[in-house]
């Protein structure tokens, strides 16, 4: 069973195997506080058992991704005093947000990020630990933290290991914003899209490519990329021998290779089109939409 959530949505289509989640407070462009920082990490950490699941798909709900930290909520941790033996509380809110983005970039799940409106600050670092990410060609993106007398302390390592040292000691040093189509010429992101009708399709293929590929094999794909320059080169490839003879002995080599010989789809292959990514799009929209008037009137 998936975690309950307070500011996250979350749509399960089982037959896919994809997750849907909507950061939920539009209000704020989808500003993470504590709370939601812990749902994050509580959904990620539950993600690494969920077998079922392929894909994960995120979006912020209302027109932004995610503006980033709330600052209200750190500068309400900074005027409380600290207590000697205890850590320091914004020490442990920031540390958060790099725990989450750890989390986040390895959970078996292929992680889809759709960006759009402002991606800042931990919006951006979640866009940094997506193995794919869409933009939509406005998108505001940049990371304002030192043009407001704070360092991106947590979501640094996770720039340089996306873009590269040079372009994050440029953007980090500057709080330079930019627009889709720069991000894609940084490599920041996978492609880009010019509306809701362009990013339906291109999800729809997306989705496709992501799903023809069999579950097992893309989780343990995705463990050797990430081990690459963490662990010794000789230990990576150890490691990748032991991934590889897991998976011909596994049931999936043998229905793969059967389904190229006989010219078929392999049985986890699963096909999108842009229709159906749109209605379930609207679905979710809908849904919570309902459920925060509802909370609003209560």
């Not at 992101?189 to 579950?215: I, K, W, Y």
């Not at 229905?255 to 990514?277: C, M, P, S, Y």
Request: proline share 4%; aromatic share 6%.
């Amino acid at each position: 069973m998936l975690p309950s959530c307070q500011f996250l949505h979350l749509s399960h289509d089982e037959s896919a195997g994809i997750l849907r989640v909507s950061l939920n407070r539009p209000d704020a462009r989808n500003a993470l506080t504590v709370e939601m920082l812990a749902e994050l990490i509580a959904l990620f950490e539950h993600l690494k058992t969920r077998d079922d699941l392929r894909v994960v798909l995120m979006r912020g709900h209302g027109g932004h991704f995610c503006a980033g930290a709330d600052l209200k909520g750190v500068f309400g941790d900074a005027q409380k005093p600290v207590v000697a033996g205890e850590k320091d509380p914004v020490v442990t809110m920031n540390r958060a947000f790099g725990e989450m983005l750890r989390v986040a970039e390895r959970i078996p799940q292929v992680l889809i990020t759709v960006l759009e409106g402002g991606v800042l600050g931990g919006g951006f670092g979640l866009a940094c630990v997506s193995d794919i990410a869409l933009a939509h060609q406005a998108t505001k993106f940049g990371m304002p933290e030192t043009s407001r007398g704070l360092p991106p302390a947590q979501i640094a390592p996770f720039v340089v290991q996306r873009m590269g040292l040079t372009q994050a000691r440029r953007l980090c040093l500057t709080s330079a914003q930019f627009n889709g189509d720069a991000a894609l010429r940084y490599g920041l992101v996978h492609d880009v899209f010019a509306d809701e009708a362009a990013l339906n399709t291109l999800l729809a293929d997306t989705l496709n490519q992501v799903l023809r590929c069999a579950p097992a094999a893309n989780a343990r794909t995705k463990e050797i990329l990430l081990s690459v320059g963490h662990i010794d080169p000789d230990e990576v490839l150890d490691n990748a021998a032991m991934h590889f003879a897991a998976c011909v002995r596994s049931p999936e080599a043998p229905e793969g290779i059967g389904a190229f010989l006989q010219k078929r789809q392999a049985n986890w292959a699963h096909t999108f089109t842009a229709d159906d990514v749109a209605q379930a799009q609207a679905a979710i929209t809908q849904d919570i939409t309902e459920k925060n008037v509802q909370e609003t009137a209560q």
